[in-house]
């Protein structure tokens, strides 16, 4: 199956599809969605991406973050890929949106219309290591403090939606 992504204007209106890799190399507005999970004890889950991703690799970001494939559901999309990547779905509630614009050092360029969604989860977490080097449960203000003394540490998109998501439920 082709990797697309699904092209969109300002209004997350869809325009049409475009194979993945291509759309961040000419930096084309496409939708995504980031899921942000909890534990009961308020704690969020975070996943240190894996290596071999095609930008933002080893570095730490939300729970899962990706793109609906053309005609797919953005709830469907968003509980499919937290399955495949960290081997467990829960209960998911959008939060907002966002879009955000952000280049890295390859050359490639994130240009995402971002459908935030939340959860809550005890159990046990399986992640695919082709995803996923490695994973932890941080407070909000271990991770606020690590944002403003290592902020390098985790992607772009995370540095954006983190504090809006925290403005939002906790303020």
């Not at 909890?38 to 996943?47: A, D, P, R, T, V």
């Not at 690590?146 to 925290?166: C, H, R």
């Amino acid at each position: 199956m082709k990797d697309e992504v699904v092209l969109v204007t300002e209004s997350d209106e869809a325009i049409g599809s475009m194979d993945k890799l291509e759309a961040h190399k000419e930096a084309i507005l496409h939708r995504a969605f980031s899921v942000f999970i909890y534990n009961s004890k308020g704690e969020m889950l975070l996943q240190q991406r894996a290596k071999n991703k095609y930008h933002s690799a080893g570095l730490w970001t939300n729970a899962c973050c990706s793109h609906p494939r053309p005609g797919e559901d953005i709830f469907s999309a968003a509980n499919r890929r937290l399955f495949e990547e960290l081997g467990f779905t829960t209960l998911l509630k959008k939060e907002f949106e966002f879009t955000y614009k952000a280049s890295f050092e390859n050359g490639l360029t994130e240009y995402e219309y971002d459908h935030v969604f939340t959860g809550v989860f005890d159990g046990e977490v399986k992640p695919d290591k082709n995803e996923v080097s490695e994973f932890c449960f941080k407070s909000l203000d271990e991770i606020e403090n690590d944002l403003q003394n290592s902020g390098k540490m985790y992607t772009e998109w995370f540095k954006i939606a983190f504090p809006k998501l925290v403005s939002r439920q906790y303020h």
